[in-house]
T-cell receptor, first 113, second 115 residues
Framework: EAQVTQNPRYLITVTGKKLTVTCSQN?????MSWYRQDPGLGLRQIYY???????DKGDVPEGYKVSRKEKRNFPLILESPSPNQTSLYFC????????????FGPGTRLTVL | AQTVTQSQPEMSVQEAETVTLSCTYD???????LFWYKQPPSRQMILVIR??????QNATENRFSVNFQKAAKSFSLKISDSQLGDTAMYFC????????????FGPGTSLSVIP
């Protein structure tokens, strides 16, 4: 089954404790992206990646890091989380085959105390 | 910078009726994609419909259709024969260029279908 998986689905942590949210896709997609969703703001893009070792900033990259060492994985790293990073996070992937459909993961609900 | 505006935070429609959700965007690009995504209570993001800016013809997908007005920078979504399963948040999104790049989402419209 074609899918994007994210782990963990729910996470409560404390300020300053480094964390990683994993994202993996099994569709051999080139493009992957991270979004955060906040009420009234829609989805805002954090980082995106066109392919392995190619990443670029979205609209809200501050406080986040990403890496793309393998095509299937695109982890999101919060080196020193703060309460304003409490949000719902989505990973997405798509191919460059012309269909342009982004497949989204199920979301990760992060709370930073 | 590109922006996407959805001026209707909440809407409701009677089952089997038709509803139109509004979206406007601001860009200086001539080539871009526009999307409508649906997010039901399960939180899963689902692509409803997409439109290439260079295409004059409005996209349709079953009960969903768009009214794309390029000059006015407007991209509304029409849902015909509304069903209870259409209850969801709907997001309009913009993507620049001919290949994947930064994607900008609007703030969303919460649609409730009333039995």
């Amino acid at each position: 089954e074609a899918q994007v998986t994210q782990n963990p689905r729910y996470l409560i942590t404390v300020t300053g404790k480094k964390l990683t949210v994993t994202c993996s896709q099994n569709m051999n997609h080139e493009y992957m992206s991270w979004y955060r969703q906040d009420p009234g703001l829609g989805l805002r893009q954090i980082y995106y990646s066109m392919n392995v070792e190619v990443t670029d900033k979205g609209d809200v990259p501050e406080g986040y890091k990403v890496s793309r060492k393998e095509k299937r994985n695109f982890p999101l790293i919060l080196e020193s989380p703060s309460p304003n990073q409490t949000s719902l996070y989505f990973c997405a992937s798509s191919s460059f085959d012309g269909t342009d459909t982004q497949y989204f993961g199920p979301g990760t609900r992060l709370t930073v105390l | 910078a590109q922006t996407v505006t959805q001026s209707q935070p909440e809407m409701s429609v009677q089952e089997a009726e038709t509803v139109t959700l509004s979206c406007t965007y601001d860009t200086s690009e001539s080539n871009y994609y526009l999307f409508w995504y649906k997010q039901p209570p399960s939180r899963q993001m689902i692509l409803v419909i997409r439109q290439e800016a260079y295409k004059q013809q409005n996209a349709t997908e079953n009960r969903f259709s768009v009214n794309f007005q390029k000059a006015a920078k407007s991209f509304s979504l029409k849902i015909s024969d509304s069903q209870l399963g259409d209850t969801a948040m709907y997001f309009c999104a913009f993507m620049r260029g001919t290949s994947y790049d930064k994607v900008i989402f609007g703030p969303g419209t919460s649609l409730s279908v009333i039995p």
